[in-house]
């Protein structure tokens, strides 16, 4: 069994700041891309930043600029430090990574989300 685990939602003000984190976990052999999304109430989920195992990275135009996303291949953790936060960044953080997983004996593709971490901006 493969899981994400993500952590570091909360209350900021507009302006401030956050980090959240990413852990993946169980029988993985590797992983490629990592990434993040959000779906705010009343909307879809939309794509906010991946992350390649190279390290290249991509961006919502929304978030350009603001926020950076980062990872730990050795720990299988991926980030997204948040900065200069707005009212309309509020929403709820989804993790996503796809790469190889293994039940033995064979490997298989896989694609898994983590359960979501709320971001709430507001003063």
């Known amino acids: 069994q493969v899981q994400l685990v993500e952590s570091g939602g909360g209350l900021v003000q507009p302006g401030g700041s956050l980090r959240l984190s990413c852990a993946a976990s169980g029988s993985i052999i590797s992983i490629n891309t990592m990434g993040w999304y959000r779906q705010a109430p009343g909307k879809e989920r939309e794509l906010v930043a991946t992350i390649g195992i190279g390290g290249t990275t991509n961006y919502a135009d929304s978030v350009k600029g603001r926020f950076t996303v980062s990872r730990d291949n050795a720990k299988n953790t991926v980030y997204l430090q948040m900065n200069s936060l707005k009212a309309e960044d509020t929403a709820v953080y989804y993790c996503?990574?796809?790469?190889?997983?293994?039940?033995?004996?064979?490997?298989?593709?896989?694609?898994?989300w983590g359960k979501g971490t709320l971001v709430t901006v507001s003063s």
């Open positions: 996503n990574a796809g790469g190889v997983r293994s039940i033995n004996p064979y490997a298989y593709g896989m694609e898994i």
